[in-house]
């Protein structure tokens, strides 16, 4: 079932988190936003991802040092794609099929979190979904200890309209001991949710976060 609306859990202060990112890539955050911790924190993840995005449609291709070697690299990729297609996330195109790696849509994303202050991906794993199935859930589990950081699955539904599949990430992390981890997840969502849509052109309806470990 599509969803219009994505909800994104609101900043500890009670701020939309999509809001001040807004503000922050515009450059219009008000003073609350200036000094708020949780906003600060939002809008340098903000800023970091658009930094990115920007950073790497700037970088010029360069080709391999010779033709032979592009052309055995372009003929072994052919090969490695039809002999493991389920390695590979279909994209939507207007100048035809085009294909993503998973493990390279996984590390973009595992990049992601990395850039986050108090955060460190593990692991990332990436599969097509159903529309239908489209919510997200948070568990979050220390090493030597659990702690329940579920959403409301009736507040964590996203829909995309328009097409018969999206995609759902599992990613393990560990947290810097100390912060909120409720607060820390949410954006380590509103993050890959985003660098999805943005950097990989893949719709996310699903996250699902295990913290894995503390560290200080």
């Not at 052919?78 to 297609?85: I, Y």
């Not at 794993?125 to 009736?154: C, F, M, N, Y």
């Not at 699903?206 to 200080?216: G, K, P, S, Y």
């Amino acid at each position: 079932m599509a969803v219009e609306d994505l909800r994104i859990d609101p900043l500890a202060c009670g701020r939309d988190a999509a809001d001040v990112w807004d503000h922050a890539v515009a450059g219009t955050l008000d003073d609350h936003e200036r000094t708020c911790p949780h906003c600060r924190a939002a809008a340098a993840d903000a800023e970091g991802l658009d930094g990115v995005v920007h950073r790497l449609a700037a970088e010029r291709p360069y080709p391999p040092p010779t033709v032979l070697d592009a052309v055995l690299t372009s003929v072994r990729d052919a090969v490695v794609a039809e002999l493991r297609p389920q390695d590979l996330l279909a994209l939507d195109s207007p100048a035809g099929p085009a294909r993503l790696s998973r493990a390279a849509a996984a590390r973009v994303l595992r990049h992601v979190v990395d850039g986050m202050d108090g955060m460190r991906a593990r692991s990332c794993r990436i599969w097509e979904t159903e529309l239908a199935e489209s919510t997200i859930g948070t568990q979050t589990e220390p090493a030597e200890s659990t702690i329940d950081t579920k959403t409301d699955p009736a507040e964590s539904t996203i829909g995309t309209a328009g097409r018969g599949y999206d995609v759902a990430v599992a990613i393990t992390v560990t947290a810097r001991f100390g912060v909120d981890l409720a607060s820390v997840t949410a954006r380590v969502r509103q993050m890959v949710v985003a660098a999805g849509e943005q950097a990989l052109g893949v719709p996310v309806s699903r996250v699902d976060i295990t913290v894995v470990d503390l560290w200080e």
